[in-house]
């Protein structure tokens, strides 16, 4: 989680790239005032800091106030931002990749880190785990052990700034890129499971349009409290913020111009239109973070995708739930005979050799 003083200091630092003679001096008033109750109840959604900080961005020019709320939007939360306790809940999830074979994979945005589990006997499958915003992936390997048995080869890897993956700041476009990366690498991919925004990252990334030099091959998707419409979180964002409709628009046209697409009409619903792959959407209905809404409206778009819904496990809890587990493995058993087998493409294979050749 990040801590209040924090939301602020991230603030004055992206103030200071886009307009370096910015002092930090200029808001230390606010430092010290969100100092003394960095006690309080914190948040947790990076999407909501201090008001107290958003004020800083009310004396802003518009476009400035814009530039500056899509850099803190494209920063996850770094390590040194984080508490003792999810540090501690962080260290304990790393112990669980410890068995895992490491490899590093260069991407367009640099190397990232992926983890590789290998099944006792030959893999009947290759599955790939994909993690949410601020997250990495040990956060997803409770699902390793079950699929791993079940005679699958399982793939994670830590998006762009993320975990151990290199940078420290990243967008949604870098993030699908990586993926594509990670595909062609290991692919193909039998099935992606993906848990929030590595949910909408993935259909990103079986659409293959822009920004996406080409479409793998994956054959089929669990999407874990995915969110639909990305013009709502850009609203709930700019909204925490409290950024006026100028500064919003200077903030959206960044989300445009990486996404190559307009905030209004780019959605998990539109993304998975023509994805012809079978799709299991999992989703908490108490999800305060991605309300369950936004499943409904997935599952609307999608007539053959499938809903399950669950009480009590909100947006992070359902990552460790028996019965989701349960819905995963029964989703990819090898009984199910409902997707084609996935296959490695030319392009994939001729791009993964350039990245390589290039790292």
């Known amino acids: 989680m990040v801590s209040n003083y924090s939301s602020l200091i991230a603030i004055g630092a992206a103030l200071r790239e886009v307009h370096p003679e910015i002092s930090s001096c200029a808001n230390q008033q606010s430092v010290y005032a969100v100092r003394r109750d960095r006690q309080e109840k914190r948040s947790l959604a990076l999407r909501c800091p201090h008001p107290r900080a958003a004020s800083v961005l009310d004396t802003l ?34 112990f669980h990749l410890r068995n895992a074979k490491w490899q590093r994979v260069a991407t367009p945005s640099g190397e990232v880190q992926t983890y ?15 993690h949410g915003w601020t997250s990495e992936a040990s956060f997803m390997t409770a699902f390793i052990e079950p699929l791993r048995r079940s005679g699958l080869r399982v793939i994670a890897f830590d998006f762009p700034a993320h975990g151990l993956s290199e940078g420290r700041r990243t ?5 699908a890129r990586s993926m594509l990366a990670v595909c062609d690498y290991f692919g193909p991919i039998d099935a992606v ?24 091959s994956i054959g089929r998707f669990v999407l874990i409290s995915c969110p639909n419409k990305l013009s709502e979180v850009a609203r709930n964002f700019g909204r925490n913020l409290k950024l006026g ?9 960044h989300l445009e111009r990486v996404g190559h697409r307009s905030v209004a009409t780019f959605s998990a619903a539109e993304l998975m239109r023509d994805n012809e792959a079978p799709i299991l959407v999992i989703h908490g209905r108490d999800d305060d973070e991605v309300p369950f809404h936004n499943a409904e409206e997935i599952i ?10 669950f009480e009590g496990l909100g947006h992070r809890n359902v990552l ?10 029964h989703e990819l058993s090898p009984k199910r005979k409902d997707a084609p087998p996935a296959r490695r493409s030319g392009a994939a294979a001729k791009r993964q050799r350039e990245l390589q050749h290039s790292a």
Not at 116 to 130: D, N, S
Not at 171 to 175: F, I, P, V
Not at 320 to 329: G, L, S, T
Request: net charge negative.
């Open 61 to 94: 020019p518009p476009a400035l106030a814009g530039d500056v709320a899509f850099r803190i939007f494209c920063t996850p939360e770094l390590s040194q931002h984080r508490s003792p306790d999810h540090e501690d809940l962080t260290g304990r999830a790393r």
């Open 116 to 130: 590789i589990f290998e099944p006792e006997e030959p893999p009947r499958g290759t599955v790939l785990l994909v």
């Open 171 to 175: 967008n949604l476009a870098d993030c």
């Open 193 to 216: 499971v993906a848990h929030s925004f590595g949910g909408f990252v993935s259909l990103l990334v079986a659409e293959g349009g822009p920004p996406m030099e080409h479409k793998p």
């Open 245 to 253: 409709f100028s500064a919003q628009r200077a903030y959206e046209r």
């Open 300 to 309: 609307a778009a999608h007539p053959s995708a499938r809903l399950m819904g």
């Open 320 to 329: 460790f739930a028996p019965p989701v587990f349960r819905a995963v493995m």
